[in-house]
């Protein structure tokens, strides 16, 4: 089983700064099976990146996906205030069919 | 407008059932795989179990295997979730989100339902 850590836990920042956030894969992964997410307090997740990254539909050119191999990033290059929320990177595993989670980071003001 | 609702939640004794239903709108049910995703309070995300477009390939998380069962109503427009033997480790909001055609990820999710298993 992969598993998916993400750091910080935290990440404290204003309006305006750069976030960068960690997704590293226990082995080695497709780029085609990693996915961001984001969820904001009594929401339900919203998809920011597939494949790696490519924007899903309506989502600003601020969100950033790179990475390959075990390690992925999430870059968002100026923090606007609706951005402060909880981020998840999500694997699909085909041996056996699954979908995991990393535990999430924590963007906060 | 895309969307997906749930309904079903509620409180229920460990060791009982409850059925989770999940509606489907503004796009053509049938043609999308579907998931259930699960969020115990204060925690992260869990995926629980899968279904393909016509309801023939079914996968669960081994947290609900052999308790849980997925399934589907194409001409409904109806996702289901039958959950027995619940556990109060079962309590959380549980989510239903559509698969991504381009991708294996979930681009449309439902604003949940929250099961509570409590005696």
């Known amino acids: 089983e992969i598993v998916l850590t993400q750091s910080p836990g935290t990440l404290p920042l204003s309006p305006g700064e750069r976030a960068t956030l960690s997704c590293r894969a226990s082995q080695s992964i497709s780029s085609s099976y990693l996915a961001w997410y984001h969820q904001k307090p009594g929401q339900a997740p919203r998809l920011l990146i597939y494949?790696?990254?490519n924007r899903a539909s309506g989502i600003p050119d601020r969100f950033i996906g790179s990475g390959s191999g075990t390690d992925f990033t999430l870059t968002i290059s100026r923090l606007e205030p609706e951005d402060f929320a909880v981020y998840y990177c999500?694997?699909?595993?085909?041996?056996?069919?699954?979908?995991?989670f990393g535990q999430g980071t924590k963007v906060e003001i | 407008e895309v969307q997906l609702v749930e309904s079903g939640g509620g409180l229920v004794q460990p060791g009982g059932s409850l059925r989770l239903s999940c509606a489907a709108s503004g796009f053509t049910f049938s043609a999308y795989e579907i998931n259930w995703v699960r969020q115990a309070p204060g925690k992260g995300l869990e995926w629980i179990s899968y279904?393909?477009?016509?309801?023939?390939?079914?996968y669960y998380a081994d947290s609900v295997k052999g308790r849980f069962a997925i399934s589907r109503d194409n001409a409904k427009n109806l996702l289901y979730l039958q959950m027995n033997s619940l556990r109060p480790e079962d309590t959380a909001v549980y989510y239903c989100a559509r698969g991504d055609q381009k991708s294996v990820a979930f681009d449309i999710w439902g604003q949940g339902t929250m099961v509570t298993v409590s005696s």
């Open positions: 999500q694997l699909y595993g085909s041996s056996p069919p699954v979908w995991s």
């Open positions: 494949g790696a990254s």
């Open positions: 279904i393909s477009t016509r309801g023939i390939t079914i």
